[in-house]
């Protein structure tokens, strides 16, 4: 009886396992169809306004789950040069992670390329929802790469803390 009780402990652990593997990396990630005209947006230094680059090869993934598992790939022809002159730098930047399968968006590499300079990383959008900003990081060789990430104030208000100076107030006073 024993010997019968132990084999159904460790199916049990093995299909709790592979069922919480496939929920965190699988399951709660959709593809994202992109429509070619306005997937990657920049904020422009001029109007403060997220604004469109021209980009090609666009693929992303998100989750209801969170607000900060949006990841994307694109390409684009557009220089460095010209975007640090035209777009708002995002001093900031830490790329999360992706799921394996999801292999266009390798966040390790992403996060060198941008500590060497061969990445700059650029404000998508501030607050595209309360405390949460699209980042957009692009590689010399005109790869790019978008991800959702927590601003300060997020960060602060998040941990329960109150809303700090310059913050704008959380929606429903959270």
Same mark, same amino acid.
């Given at each position: 009886m024993g010997k019968i009780l132990s084999v159904a402990i460790l199916l049990s652990a093995l299909v709790a396992g592979v069922a919480l593997y496939y929920l965190q990396?699988?399951?709660?990630?959709?593809?994202?169809?992109?429509?070619?005209?306005?997937?990657?947006?920049?904020t422009s230094l001029e109007s403060g306004e997220p604004e469109v680059i021209l980009y090609?090869?666009?693929?992303?993934i998100d989750s209801d789950s969170s607000p900060i598992r949006y990841r994307a790939c694109f390409s684009t022809g557009s220089s460095h040069a010209m975007l640090s002159e035209t777009y708002e730098a995002y001093e900031r930047a830490e790329p999360r992670v992706a799921p394996e399968w999801f292999d266009c968006f390798d966040a390790e590499a992403i996060g060198a390329a941008l500590e060497q300079g061969s990445a700059l990383a650029f404000l998508g959008q501030k607050d595209?929802?309360?405390?949460?900003?699209? =980042? $957009?990081a692009v590689t010399e060789d005109g790869r790019g790469y978008v991800w959702h990430q927590? +601003?300060?104030?997020?960060? =602060? $208000?998040?941990?329960?803390?109150?809303?700090?100076?310059?913050?704008?107030?959380?929606? +429903?006073?959270?």
């Open positions: 990396v699988y399951a709660f990630y959709d593809e994202v169809p992109g429509n070619g005209r306005d997937d990657v947006r920049m090609d090869d666009f693929r992303a595209i929802e309360y405390g949460i900003d699209r =980042v $957009v927590i +601003n300060p104030c997020g960060e =602060v $208000v998040f941990d329960g803390q109150p809303v700090p100076e310059g913050c704008p107030e959380p929606p +429903n006073g959270n």
